[in-house]
């Protein structure tokens, strides 16, 4: 069964860092490419960052770009997603999602960081 | 950036009766062009990949069409259990982006 556990979110005051873990099981996990997608509180879907199956290669979005690293180790069946300089902004459920060619086909329960003072 | 616009935002359905959502791209995205439900508490779930494309233990009511920048999800004899929210989601470029959303209410 492929599973996809989040962990690593809670609360932390604005400027802060937390570093996010998937760490994923019931598939091999260096065969796929992998993303991170937030949903702030009452909100809609947001892609955060992409990365492939390698680690070579990386995307992200605009309101994150120089502040969150996307990171795997694939000996460790593992995603990674650093956040440093954290604003209210970056309030979400962060989940990770498995990508099968361009969609994502298995997703986490999801985590969630709180921005706050 | 490729933006994805939903209509509606909002809609309040009866049961068995058939809904479409449709799903608007900035700019021509062939045929990548997904779809997801998302329930209250829940992760999102794929129901339609390529436009059109069926996924496995998704119900036969849940259909897609388009192409281009046009793109319709639709469920046919709605269920009670079709109350979420869906979303569309384009691969085509990054970054990726997502629709605002529809929700579903069943009345």
Request: with cysteine.
């Amino acid at each position: 069964e492929v599973q996809l556990v989040e962990s690593g979110g809670g609360l932390i005051e604005p400027g802060g860092s937390l570093r996010l873990s998937c760490a994923v099981s019931g598939f091999t996990f260096s065969g796929y490419e992998m993303n991170w997608v937030r949903q702030a509180p009452g909100k809609g879907l947001e892609w955060v960052s992409y990365i492939s199956r390698s680690g070579s290669i990386m995307y992200y979005a605009n309101s994150v770009k120089g502040r969150f690293t996307i990171s795997r180790d694939n000996a460790e069946n593992s995603l990674y997603m650093q956040m440093n300089s954290l604003r209210a902004e970056d309030t979400a459920v962060y989940y990770c999602a498995r990508q099968e060619g361009g969609y994502y086909d298995s997703w986490g329960q999801g985590t969630l960081v709180t921005v706050s003072a | 950036e490729i933006v994805l616009t939903q209509s509606p935002d909002f809609q309040s359905v009866t049961p068995k009766e058939k809904v479409t959502i449709t799903c608007r791209a900035s700019q021509s995205i062939g045929s990548s062009l997904h779809w997801y439900q998302q329930k209250p508490d829940q992760s999102p779930k794929v129901l339609i990949k390529y436009v059109s494309q069926s996924i496995s233990g998704v119900p036969s009511r849940f259909s897609g069409s388009g192409s281009g920048t046009d793109f319709t999800l639709t469920i046919n004899s709605l269920e009670a259990e079709d109350a979420a929210a869906y979303y569309c989601h384009q691969s085509s470029s990054f970054p990726i982006t997502f629709g605002q959303g529809t929700r579903l209410e069943i009345k």
